[in-house]
């Protein structure tokens, strides 16, 4: 059954008219009218809205076999990572075109996100957070979701969203990776270790500069330089470090480029 005769079939099964769902939507009737017919398809952020309104999957939505649909997914998006960072606009293409194989799949539009400017995209990146916040029942996917979206309100000035934003998340002490690098053997344990240990670089790094930043506000400027100093040891302890190219396109201090400048900077005020 292809995507327009399933949308007719679940509309129908609810007993609802095209007028009822459009407004849902927020699209015209006749917009409805045609994917039902099969002359235009729903744009891809409108699926997981589609999909949570009938109460379905986007696999069902889709008929996705959804094994090979997850291994299929986890391939364009691990081809994807590898430009994250050194070419954002490959990276987008490659997620792009997963999402004419599977249309509103949660985890592509995830990482879509990621390759999305927070400051000249900022409607697209809000409305795609939103969707998958209301939509997904993935909780890895809606809370990074709230992460973006509070991080995309801070750097447009919408201050007033951020906490409430944030709030969405719970608090975790711990992350899957950690566990299945202390607790997992072999391959398994070695590849949670090696995410793990780049994000916890990135954070450890980010959080410093963070400090620093505060206690140069607050006058304390020579704690806030032992803080700035600690993070370019960080970044500098990993120029010896290797790239698993299975997983990163990069190491910490090859895409750190910016923190060092940054760094550098704040010492020399």
Same mark, same amino acid.
């Given at each position: 059954?292809?995507? =327009?005769?399933?949308?007719?079939?679940?509309?129908?099964? !609810?007993?609802?008219?095209?007028?009822?769902?459009?407004?849902?939507?927020?699209?015209?009737?006749?917009?409805?009218?045609?994917?039902?017919? =099969?002359?235009?398809? *729903? /744009?891809?952020? $409108?699926? *997981?809205?589609?999909?949570?309104?009938?109460?379905?999957?986007? /696999?069902?939505?889709?008929?996705?076999?959804?094994?090979?649909?997850?291994?299929?997914?986890?391939?364009?998006?691990?081809?994807?990572?590898?430009?994250?960072?050194?070419?954002?606009?490959?990276?987008?293409? #490659?997620?792009?075109?997963?999402?004419?194989?599977?249309?509103?799949?949660?985890?592509?539009?995830?990482?879509? $996100?990621?390759?999305?400017?927070?400051?000249?995209?900022?409607?697209?990146?809000? %409305?795609?957070?939103?969707?998958?916040?209301?939509? %997904?029942?993935?909780?890895?996917?809606?809370?990074?979701?709230?992460?973006?979206?509070?991080?995309?309100?801070?750097?447009? =000035?919408?201050?007033?969203?951020?906490? *409430?934003?944030?709030?969405? #998340? *719970?608090?975790?002490?711990?992350?899957? $990776?950690? $566990?299945?690098?202390?607790?997992?053997?072999?391959?398994?344990?070695?590849?949670?270790?090696?995410?793990?240990?780049?994000?916890?670089?990135?954070?450890? #790094?980010?959080?410093? #500069?963070?400090?620093?930043?505060?206690?140069?506000?607050? =006058?304390?400027?020579?704690?806030?330089?032992?803080?700035?100093?600690?993070?370019? !040891?960080?970044?500098?302890?990993?120029?010896? /470090?290797?790239?698993?190219?299975?997983?990163?396109?990069? %190491?910490?201090?090859?895409?750190?480029?910016?923190?060092?400048?940054?760094?550098?900077?704040?010492?020399?005020?």
């Amino acid at each position: 059954m292809k995507l =327009g005769e399933k949308i007719k079939f679940y509309r129908k099964q !609810k007993n609802i008219s095209q007028e009822v769902f459009a407004n849902y939507l927020g699209v015209s009737f006749q917009a409805v009218s045609k994917w039902e017919c =099969g002359s235009t398809m *729903p /744009d891809v952020t $409108l699926i *997981p809205a589609i999909a949570s309104f009938f109460g379905v999957s986007t /696999d069902e939505l889709f008929d996705f076999n959804l094994f090979e649909m997850e291994k299929q997914v986890e391939e364009i998006c691990h081809e994807a990572y590898k430009y994250r960072f050194s070419d954002s606009a490959e990276s987008e293409r #490659i997620l792009r075109k997963g999402l004419q194989r599977f249309p509103g799949n949660d985890i592509i539009l995830n990482n879509l $996100l990621y390759t999305l400017d927070y400051q000249t995209r900022a409607d697209e990146v809000i %409305t795609l957070c939103k969707t998958l916040i209301a939509s %997904t029942k993935d909780d890895s996917v809606k809370y990074d979701a709230a992460r973006i979206l509070a991080s995309c309100y801070k750097e447009n =000035g919408q201050n007033d969203l951020v906490k *409430p934003t944030l709030e969405i #998340i *719970p608090e975790i002490y711990f992350s899957k $990776l950690e $566990l299945m690098a202390s607790l997992l053997d072999g391959d398994d344990s070695y590849e949670a270790a090696q995410k793990q240990k780049n994000i916890s670089a990135e954070d450890l #790094i980010d959080m410093l #500069i963070i400090a620093g930043k505060h206690l140069m506000q607050i =006058g304390e400027t020579e704690k806030a330089n032992s803080q700035f100093r600690i993070a370019q !040891k960080v970044i500098d302890a990993f120029a010896d /470090d290797f790239v698993e190219e299975k997983w990163f396109g990069a %190491t910490v201090y090859e895409y750190t480029e910016e923190q060092r400048k940054e760094i550098d900077q704040l010492l020399a005020e």
